[in-house]
């Protein structure tokens, strides 16, 4: 988006600002200097730069114009069960959906392994499934003392107790003799 600025008036703001600065610089701490450039530099942007916010695609491959209706309709039915106090009608059509739902899926997995059949491929369905494929990535709660620490720092205190009960200083390491 920085194509697309207002190199002008940036420039002529900049110079503005380093003027108030140059004015200013034996009355203001360094601190209050710093505050006012930066300040100065994002105001500018903000004003002469344009900006978009970018949506995340979270659709998935199966979701058609019927699916995308359902969804609105039981959205509003979700809202009137609220008001009303009745979920009954919301609830049936929630299960109409989820059933919809995964019957499109089916179709859609089913579509890909016909084509990759006709094709004598298997890379559409290696694509799907890669897709699929979640990896926790990560380190896993710690057990100690019959429980799991996820917090930092009963963490870091199970990790030190762990190596200081397990360390070479504790225990001499057995050699193998192999001079036979």
């Known amino acids: 988006m920085f194509g697309k600025a207002n190199w002008d008036q940036i420039k002529t703001d900049i110079n503005m600002i380093t003027k108030d600065i140059y004015n200013h610089i034996h009355d203001m701490p360094i601190d209050k200097t710093w505050q006012t450039f930066k300040n100065g530099v994002q105001a500018t942007i903000d004003t002469n730069v344009p900006s978009k916010m970018i949506k995340k695609k979270h659709s998935v491959p199966w979701l058609n114009r019927k699916l995308r209706k359902m969804l609105k309709r ?14 009954k009608e919301y609830k049936q059509f929630q299960k109409d959906c989820k ?3 995964r019957k499109a899926e089916w179709n859609y997995i089913n579509d890909i392994i016909n084509a990759g059949f006709e094709k004598n491929s298997s890379k559409p369905f290696r694509n799907y499934m890669k897709a699929k494929k979640q990896d926790n990535i990560g380190v896993a709660p710690l057990k100690s003392n019959g429980g799991q620490e996820t917090n930092a720092e009963p963490r870091q205190k199970t990790l030190v107790t762990f190596n200081t009960q397990t360390s070479w200083k504790d225990k001499k390491p057995e050699i193998a003799d192999r001079t036979n």
């Open 74 to 87: 039981k959205a509003r039915l979700h809202k009137h069960a609220r008001k009303t106090g009745s979920y």
């Open 99 to 101: 059933r919809q739902f």
